[in-house]
């Protein structure tokens, strides 16, 4: 990855982020944490955060020396080339502090301003690894992310505005026709082009008219590149794309410098690294160098699911660490949860295909849980059936079935699975009995760091040594959030020591979302009668997380109606849950099956009944009442939207 932790300590420490003041940068970065909080939580935890008069200003000129230190690494972040991995790492490590700080901003008023604090904004994030954090800032933002009105607008103007919505539309990428419509705008701005091109060029030799003559090369070299960058998300070409990028992002930047245009010209240069950026990460920059599964692969997820780029923790394991090196026989992945580990088991299985193809090899995806391998063979087959690769599932009973018996050994003219989902156990009796006639290629074992529980990681590591006995050419990816020693592991799966490959970026700064991790507890209130309220602390805990000061309220006083002299632990996370509801769903979790439904009656007399009831639940609730009975208190109890498991 671009940014590690060591390199966001190091710019911490930069010159420019040092003439603010070791002091005012600690300041700044608790402010941004505090407000960041208050804007996610503010309905629901009341931050005690005194603020000052001068804050604003501090996170302005914390954010410019952040900055700083990025643009003194940007040439060797364009380069590659340019073996200098310290101020490559630099400029991605002060895009994603000074992407941290700006994003608190408040967004300008005036048209112009806003396109240029957003995009410059969304560079940031897109060069500091931080894009899906960009995402989550647009959908929250989505109601004044607007493209202006083009209405009366000058030429140079309407170029900006649409140019900006062409961006809006490569940055969000919510859609295939996002993407797409990029196109039609750009040809429209050339339709439009000999109409209001004349407006603004009155043809004199004086310096406003070269201004604005550099001005609009500046803005139409842009478009160009913008046009050949959505192209090559939505296809995979043109080959060189790159270097067209290059071409065109450097001529608009010099002719925005010549027109002593300082603003566009310092955008150019950070939607010029955004580009290399969205490249690099892109499915088809690394689908070109893989196989023609991998091809067809990317290009049904691409217009069947809008799936185009990678996340940071993807691209690192796919084109830095070998996730995809043939030579590797086993490779442990320690990857943080929601970080897209089965997307990268999906490349390895087409690969693993690919490889034994000959001798129609197998993939065996093992899940710890029943429910996982369900949601797992829905997956698979959603992405892999459109490109021919047929996926089944095995269920957890402890036997092998007389119609699993007929799939598993299915041979000659009809194609057999390609991927088998089991569990653990299943799989054991499949390896154990040899019943599929044919190489297993690939093992694929989900959630491993199971192997490290007492009850289920010895069936696991005996799984691993089963296969590792009794099929001889079979490789093997561990998935996991977090194991010690997965060195270990490794080595010990490989066919050759040697051979083994762990790829670690489970203490990477990258996050798929923003954390808070803390205690609570309840205190009296006197402002109601049996009153009480509780209390947050955060916590000091893994990499990652966002510490604040100090105790803070959360919700209001009483949140459930429950005496003070009633309550214990779990009822204080009811009330935790409750208040948290109000933000979207919430998960409270028991050490008891009794407390499970005590928590569930407090938080359900607190809610009102749906109306109307969603078709979702309606359904849910006719099956509880055919399978289990009709007065089931669980019914009741989805009508006000609390549910158990």
């Known amino acids: ?71 003194e690494g940007l040439r060797a972040f364009l380069n590659p080339a340019f073996d200098d991995k310290g101020l490559r790492e630099q400029c991605a490590a002060g895009a994603w502090r000074a992407f941290e700080l700006r994003r608190l901003f408040r967004l300008p008023e ?18 500091g690894d931080r894009w899906s954090d960009l995402r989550c800032w647009y959908n929250e933002n989505e109601g004044i992310i607007h493209v202006p009105s083009v209405a009366e607008a000058t030429w140079d103007r309407r170029l900006l505005y649409r140019l900006f919505e062409c961006w809006i539309r490569l940055l969000r990428k919510k859609r295939w026709d996002d993407l797409d419509r990029i196109r039609e705008i750009i040809a429209g701005l050339r339709a439009d082009q000999k109409t209001y091109e004349s407006g603004v060029l009155t043809h004199d030799v004086n310096a406003a008219d070269r201004a604005m003559a550099l001005r609009l090369i500046a803005l139409y070299n842009w478009a160009k590149g913008t046009e050949l960058l959505a192209l090559y998300m939505l296809q995979g070409e043109p080959a060189g794309i790159r270097t067209l990028l290059d071409k065109h992002f450097e001529a608009g930047v010099g002719a925005a410098a010549a027109s002593g245009d300082a603003q566009t010209e310092v955008l150019l240069r950070w939607l010029h690294a955004t580009s290399h950026q969205m490249v690099a990460g892109s499915l088809w920059w690394v689908a070109r160098a893989v196989n023609s599964r991998v091809e ?16 940071p923790p993807q691209r690192t394991a796919l084109q830095e660490q070998g996730l995809l090196d043939q030579a590797a026989t086993a490779v442990v992945v320690d990857i943080p949860t929601s970080g897209g580990k089965t997307l990268l088991a999906q490349f390895r299985i087409l690969q693993a295909l690919n490889q034994f193809d000959a001798e129609k090899g197998w993939v065996a ?60 156990e299943k799989l ?79 203490t990477t700064p990258w996050k798929p979302n923003e954390r808070i991790v803390g205690m609570y507890w309840h205190e009296t209130d006197d402002t109601l009668r049996g009153g009480w309220r509780l209390i947050y602390q955060t916590l000091v805990t893994t990499p990652g997380t966002i510490h604040l000061e100090g105790t803070h309220h959360v919700g209001a006083p009483k949140p459930l109606g429950v005496a ?11 009330a935790m849950a ?27 007399d607190s809610f009102t009944p749906f109306s109307p009831i969603p078709d979702e639940i309606q359904l849910v609730q006719n099956f509880l009442r055919t399978e289990i009975s009709p007065g089931f208190e669980l019914v009741e109890m989805l009508s006000r939207g609390v549910s158990l498991q």
């Open 1 to 71: 990855m671009n940014v590690n932790n060591n390199a966001l300590q190091r710019v911490d420490t930069h010159w420019a982020v040092l003439a603010v003041g070791e002091a005012e940068r600690d300041r700044g970065i608790a402010v941004a944490n505090a407000r960041l909080v208050q804007q996610a939580l503010g309905q629901q935890l009341h931050i005690d955060f005194p603020e000052r008069d001068t804050d604003d200003d501090l996170l302005r000129r914390l954010a410019m020396a952040y900055e700083m230190a990025a643009i």
């Open 365 to 424: 995806y093992v899940a710890p849980t029943r429910a996982l391998t369900a949601q797992i063979t829905r997956r698979l087959r959603r992405d892999f059936e459109p490109i021919g690769v047929r996926v089944e599932q095995l269920t957890g009973a402890v036997e092998i079935d007389t119609f699993e018996e007929d799939l598993l050994t299915q041979t000659g003219e009809s194609s057999p699975f390609a991927v088998l989902v089991s569990t653990p």
């Open 296 to 311: 067809r692969f990317v290009q049904t997820v691409t217009k069947q699911q809008a799936m185009f780029e990678l996340l």
């Open 578 to 604: 409750r208040v948290m509801s109000e933000r979207g769903t919430s998960i409270a979790v028991a050490n008891s099956i009794p407390s499970v439904w005590n928590m569930a009656r407090q938080i359900c």
């Open 564 to 574: 003070r002299s009633k309550l214990n632990l779990s009822l204080e996370t009811a």
């Open 428 to 506: 054991q009796l499949v390896i154990r009995n040899k019943k599929v006639p044919r190489p297993l290629a690939l093992v694929v074992m989900d959630e491993a760091h199971t192997i490290e529980d007492e009850t289920r990681g010895l069936r696991i590591e005996l799984l691993l040594a089963s296969i590792k006995r009794e099929c001889s050419s079979a490789h093997f990816l561990l998935l996991m959030p977090y194991v010690e020693k997965p060195e270990m592991l490794a080595r010990w799966l490989a066919q050759d020591g040697n051979a083994g490959r762990t790829i670690s970026l489970g």
């Open 110 to 127: 005036k048209a112009e301003e806003r396109i240029f604090h957003i995009l410059h904004l969304s560079a940031l994030a897109y060069c």
